[in-house]
Every structure is written in structure tokens, then in C-alpha cells.
């Protein structure tokens, strides 16, 4: 099947990546955020431009598409307009990748390299498991999180929608990680992390705490507004 990827960035790149290695697929493009971009070359594909095309792409037989943007938020707007738009949200799972039978992938998903997702994992729509990460059995990963490169979830860990797993991170077993917060890169979470808290260290401790504001939501808005 013929498919766009929306985002022409640096993990843009890393899912054109998967795609090829995995061969299920045929990426076709991408589109952008920035209109002065349209026909020009990115990794050897072109950008076709913002997201007003895409309803011109469906009509030219393009049925599937991937969001490869970092951001879990922005992600999961962009999943919600592909599907408006009669696009199949597909998965890149790179070969690399150990998944077991038994787990549950949602659609969207990005699974990097020798990431690992053991047996009954639950993984929500939009996921991003990032290169050598680690879900250990019967953990559940909520839509649109995004765990980074070398972070290791252990047995049963709950990692609620949008929140961010940083770089070599280590989330130890049955601990909640809350919608929207952030584990910064390295830390140990012994304790569970509230909703929109951010954590660093070892142990882990809440450095912040937001909350979701009208500009946020207006951020997101704009955002689409490719």
C-alpha cells in the first residue's frame, strides 16, 4: 500500500527508515508543516506540501499514512485528521524489533529498532518505542506516549496518554506514570508520577507540575492549521 508520512524531520527520517527495512509498505512522501518546502526533496522523497493536499493525495489512490512527529500531542491531532481524511493509520515496526504474539498493538505506532515488547504489553495508538526501549510484560503504554531511545519499562508499568519516558530512563515494576508527565533522561521512578508532573533524578522526584491551559489547547489548534 502506498503511504504519506506527515512530518519531514529528523524522525521523519527514522520511520522512512523502518518502513523500507520492514518492505510491507510503499512511502510515497511526505507532507509539512512549512509550505515553502512543497516540491522540494527530503531523504529521497518528496515533500508534497501542507496538509490541504492531503484530500488530493486519497484521491490519487494514496490510502495509508503515518504521523512521524515527535511531539505527543501534536501526534495525536494529526492521527484524528488522517482518519477524518479516510486515511488507514499504519504501523512501522522495524525487523529488529522483538514483539510477542501475545502483545496488542494499536495503529500509528512507531516500534524503532531492537525495542523489545514482551508478552500481554498493551500498546495504544500513536505510541512512539523508540530505539532499544524495553516494555516489559503486561505493561500498558497509553495513546500517543512516547518512550525514548534506551528507557526501560519493567513488568506492569501503566504510562498513561502523552506522557514522555526520556532517554535511558528506568521506570521500576507496577509503577503509574500520569497522562502528560515527563521522566527526564536517566531517572529511576520508584513511585508513581502524577498527571502532567515532571520528574529527574535518582530516584526520580517532581521538579514541576502543569496543568492543561487554554493556550495549550489553543497550541494544539494552531498546530493543524498546516
Not at 506527515?6 to 522512512?16: E, F, M, Y
Not at 516540491?39 to 495509508?64: C, D, H, M, S, Y
Amino acid at each position: 500500500m502506498q503511504i504519506v508520512i506527515i512530518g519531514a524531520g529528523g524522525h521523519g527520517k527514522v520511520v522512512l527508515d523502518i518502513l523500507r527495512a520492514a518492505g510491507v509498505h510503499e512511502p510515497v512522501g511526505f507532507v509539512d508543516s512549512f509550505a515553502n518546502r512543497a516540491g522540494t526533496i527530503f531523504a529521497g522523497l518528496p515533500i508534497f506540501g501542507t496538509a490541504n493536499v492531503l484530500p488530493k493525495l486519497r484521491q490519487q489512490n494514496v490510502r495509508g499514512a503515518i504521523v512521524a512527529i515527535g511531539d505527543c500531542r501534536a501526534r495525536q491531532k494529526y492521527a484524528v485528521l488522517l482518519r477524518e481524511q479516510g486515511f488507514e493509520l499504519i504501523n512501522a515496526i522495524h525487523p529488529t524489533a522483538s514483539v510477542s504474539p501475545s502483545a496488542a498493538i494499536g495503529q500509528n505506532v512507531v516500534i524503532a529498532a531492537l525495542a523489545a515488547v514482551c508478552t500481554e504489553a498493551n500498546i495504544g495508538d500513536s505510541v512512539i518505542l523508540n530505539t532499544s526501549s524495553v516494555v516489559d510484560h503486561e505493561c500498558e503504554v497509553g495513546e500517543a506516549a512516547h518512550i525514548c531511545p534506551g528507557a526501560h519499562l519493567a513488568g506492569r508499568v501503566r504510562v498513561g496518554a502523552g506522557a514522555w519516558i526520556g532517554l535511558g530512563a528506568n521506570v521500576i515494576q507496577c509503577m503509574s506514570i500520569g497522562e502528560h508527565a515527563t521522566v527526564g533522561a536517566g531517572a529511576v521512578v520508584i513511585r508513581d508520577v502524577p498527571a502532567h508532573a515532571t520528574v529527574v533524578g535518582v530516584p526520580a522526584r517532581i521538579i514541576k507540575t502543569t496543568t492543561s491551559s487554554s493556550d495549550q489547547i489553543q497550541s494544539d489548534a494552531d498546530s493543524l492549521a498546516w
